[in-house]
């Protein structure tokens, strides 16, 4: 899954990482982070994604959505970030659709949280899913 950005309401770019143990592992320094972020003009999160099955409908991704702009710097779940992966998945690298994909995300912070994505032919991406309030 090749480095790229995705915009569904807010531009996140998407950084897959092939190693499960490289993804539940890796660190990042918020600071330096948050300095690319605002250089790149990036509001949203940075989008980091583990798939361990094939790209086939109902595939399922985990994410970490690094969010050092906010007060957090790891987001728990994130629908905007989860509509601009269905946008990468169905524009930059071309899945048929319709189709339908599960983001589990907020493992590696203590507060889980899944997230269903429906993508379309064309036009908007539903997200639906659970989360823990603050």
């Known amino acids: 899954m090749p480095l790229a950005q995705a915009f569904a309401g807010n531009l996140h770019p998407v950084v897959a990482i092939a190693s499960r143990e490289t993804f539940d592992s890796f660190a990042f320094d918020p600071a330096e982070l948050r300095m690319l972020m605002d250089e790149r003009g990036w509001k949203g999160t940075v989008i980091t994604v583990h798939v361990d099955d094939d790209l086939v409908d109902g595939l399922v991704a985990e994410a970490r959505n690094l969010f050092p702009v906010g007060d957090i710097t790891e987001d728990p779940a994130t629908g905007s970030a989860a509509a601009s992966l269905g946008a990468y998945l169905r524009d930059r690298l071309g899945l048929a659709a ?11 912070i203590g507060r889980p949280s899944v997230l269903e994505v429906e993508v379309p032919v064309s036009g908007g991406i539903l997200v639906r899913g659970t989360a823990t309030p603050l």
């Open 98 to 108: 319709p189709f339908a994909f599960t983001v589990r995300q907020g493992r590696h």
